[in-house]
Structure formats: C-alpha cells, structure tokens
C-alpha cells in the first residue's frame, strides 16, 4: 500500500478501523516490538512533541494507555483505534471511546485522543483553522459589542 507522506496527509487521509481486541493486541504488541521512533500526540496538550518517544517511555505508554483503554470500553468489540495500514503502519489515531461521539455524525468532529506516528506532527487543517477563526474573533468587535459600544 502506497503511504501518504507527512502528518496532515496521513491524519485526514484514509485509515482502517480495527474492530477486535485481538487486532488490537496484535498492533500494541507489534508497536512494543519496534519501540524506537515513535511520536505520541496527546491532543489534551496544546504542545506537539519534537522528538519520537523513547523506547523504553513508549512500551511503558503502550501498557498505561491500554489500560486506560480497556478501563474505558469493556465491550468486546474494540472500534476506537484506526490504523493506516495494519501490517506496516506509520500513523495510527486512538479515540477515547468514550468520547467519540454519535454514529450520525451530529457530534460535530472529534478529535482523537492521540495519535502515534513515524513522523513528527503537526497542527492539524482543523486546529489552524479555530486558531484563525479565534484570533480573527478577538480582532473584529461583535455586533452587539459596535452597536453598544456606540451608545
């Protein structure tokens, strides 16, 4: 499978869910396997990490975030990680599954929990674009703010 270069390319290109704990356990253990060179994104930080985890911290991380995960969702289908490709992957996103929203798209769009890659991330499309929406916010007064401003 022809991988897309870069985070962004990856975070909003196509990714495959898996759907059992044992495809779960299957990557966790391959990802424990080869523990150097990966960044972990916690999208509860504002910071992006500049170097890959080290190996010893990540297997430490994959262990604490699977019980997290398992804590989370005591179903037995899995369905909060995605992965873009499942035997060589470089970009996978993990949901907290109890925070993904509704099956009807409704929700508005959720971001995962973190992401796991083989390059280093970014901001997303969508975070740059709350950043300008923000700042152009702060920069414009509301109308209510013009109308009575003038008073």
């Given at each position: 499978m022809s991988q897309p270069v870069g985070y962004n390319a990856c975070f909003s290109g196509r990714l495959s869910g898996l759907l059992q704990w044992d495809q779960f356990e299957a990557?966790?253990?391959?990802?424990?396997?080869?523990?150097?060179g990966w960044y972990v994104r916690d999208f509860k930080s504002a910071a992006l990490p500049d170097a890959p985890m080290p190996?010893?911290?990540?297997?430490?991380?994959?262990?604490?975030?699977?019980?997290f995960l398992r804590k989370r969702h005591r179903e037995e289908y899995c369905g909060f990680l995605y992965v873009n490709d499942r035997d060589d992957p470089v970009f996978i996103k993990v949901f907290d599954p109890r925070k993904?929203?509704?099956?009807?798209?409704?929700?508005?769009?959720?971001?995962?929990?973190?992401?796991?890659?083989?390059?280093?991330?970014?901001?997303?499309?969508?975070?740059?674009?709350?950043?300008v929406r923000k700042e152009a916010a702060k920069q414009s007064p509301s109308l209510l703010k013009r109308l009575f401003g003038r008073a």
């Open positions: 990557l966790w253990s391959s990802l424990a396997q080869s523990p150097d190996g010893d911290a990540f297997k430490n991380w994959l262990a604490e975030t699977e019980k993904m929203g509704s099956s009807c798209g409704c929700s508005g769009h959720i971001m995962p929990r973190w992401t796991i890659s083989r390059m280093p991330p970014e901001r997303t499309i969508d975070e740059m674009a709350e950043e």
